[in-house]
């Protein structure tokens, strides 16, 4: 159940640092903001934040720690982002931060509802590992993206997180929905789907529990690039892979965030989805 009312909250997060939880959320939220949706991009990787270097606003004057501590209001917080995305960003390097009491947590859920009503979806960009910030987050989503790449330790991590999620659930007697899985650096199609089936089995296997892929991203220069020149690469004029990839991701959230002025895009997307992914792989292709 989202913590704001009738603003679904979606969370992005993953086990492991550095698997993309920015980059797909960042870029996701450009995405749905570029259709039309009101957009609330808010950086809850609390003690290390990067999502508004990630979109070049270091600048920014207020952040989530100013709210929590009163010196401002959340909404003296939000920044315009590339594509009409709203950001509300976070303190970097605060070790305070980095370790929210559940005080200081409902708090925080409490400012971000104030300013939710203004928007059709709030994205969350969480930290890695299974603290009690993330879990806590996690509680009050209506849908969890996990962000894993095909390595091993990515996919444990992955694993744990999902477990770790569960377990939070039981303990605490809250419904937390069953992740869905992103596969980030993915060689293309074929192995986003088959890291996915991994991880999936393993889960249906030892904790009952049936995430579902909700996409794949390509490892590809211009992720890379985007991330050090501070742009989103949801935006780029292009249509390549990528951008098509992240139109997918962005499109699991279509009922959620209702259709904003997405229809022509998304079709003309999906056929050019079928044109560039290969026949063998198109049978194949689910996701
Ligand atoms: N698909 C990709 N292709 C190329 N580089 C990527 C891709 N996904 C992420 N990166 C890069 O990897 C680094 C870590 O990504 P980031 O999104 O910050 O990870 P996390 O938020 O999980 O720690 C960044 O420099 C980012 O630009
Ligand atoms: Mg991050």
Not at 95 to 103: F, K, N, R, T
């Amino acid at each position: 159940m989202s913590a704001f009312k009738k603003t679904p909250f979606v969370l992005v997060t993953g086990g492991k640092g550095g698997v993309g939880k920015t980059t797909v959320a960042g870029n996701m939220g450009v995405e749905l903001a570029r259709t039309g949706r009101r957009v609330l991009l808010v950086d809850l990787d609390l003690g290390l934040s990067n999502l508004d270097v990630l979109f070049g606003l270091s600048a920014v004057e207020a952040r989530i720690d100013q709210a929590l501590d009163g010196t401002c209001s959340m909404q003296d917080c939000i920044v315009e982002g590339p594509g009409g995305v709203h950001l509300i960003p976070a303190a970097s390097g605060e070790e305070a931060m980095g370790a929210l009491s559940e005080d200081r947590q409902a708090k925080l859920l409490e400012l971000i509802a104030e300013v939710a009503p203004q928007y059709d979806i709030i994205v969350g960009d969480s930290a890695a590992g299974i603290g009690p910030e993330v879990l806590g987050f996690a509680s009050v989503a209506d849908r969890v993206f996990v962000v894993t790449t095909p390595e091993l330790a990515a996919l444990t991590d992955a694993y744990g997180l999902i477990k770790a999620l569960g377990q939070f659930g039981a303990r605490s007697d809250v419904d937390i929905p069953t992740p869905e899985i992103i596969v980030n650096h993915a060689k293309g199609v074929e192995e986003g789907k088959a890291v996915a089936a991994k991880l999936r089995s393993i889960c249906e296997r030892f904790l009952a529990r049936s995430p579902r892929q909700a996409g794949w991203l390509p490892s590809s220069v211009h992720v890379a690039r985007s991330g050090a020149s501070q742009s989103p690469f949801a935006l780029r004029p292009k249509r390549a892979l990528e951008q098509l990839c992240i139109t997918q991701i962005a499109s699991r959230l279509e009922r959620l965030a209702g259709r904003g002025d997405a229809d022509e895009l998304e079709t003309a997307d999906a056929a050019m989805v079928q044109k560039l992914i290969p026949t063998p792989a198109r049978a194949a292709q689910t996701v």
